[in-house]
């Protein structure tokens, strides 16, 4: 089962986090899963874009984002080359670094 491993953010991970996760799973689910509150509120079908990361390791391991999420991360802040919607993003074999972005976009949390 690859790792993800997810760098401090002062707000979702204060503490940072490291996880197991089945093969095939959407990386957005498994942070939901284990306790990181990532926005999502296209209810994860690429039709925003807050639930963007950056991939900072392994990211050559998943794959490259179609035109849908491309165009989608045009609309997330703080866009680099390592930015993926984590809806679209699903574990292979190789553990992921991930990094949380500091704001969103998103002008009406899920919860």
Known sequence: MPIVKVLPHPDLCPEG?????????????????NGIEIEHACEKVCACATCHVHIRQGKNSVKEADDEEEDELDNAWGLDPDSRLACCVKLGEVDLVVELPKHTRNLAREH
């Open 17 to 33: 986090a490291s996880f197991d996760v089945k093969k095939g799973k959407s990386l957005v689910d498994a942070l939901l899963a």
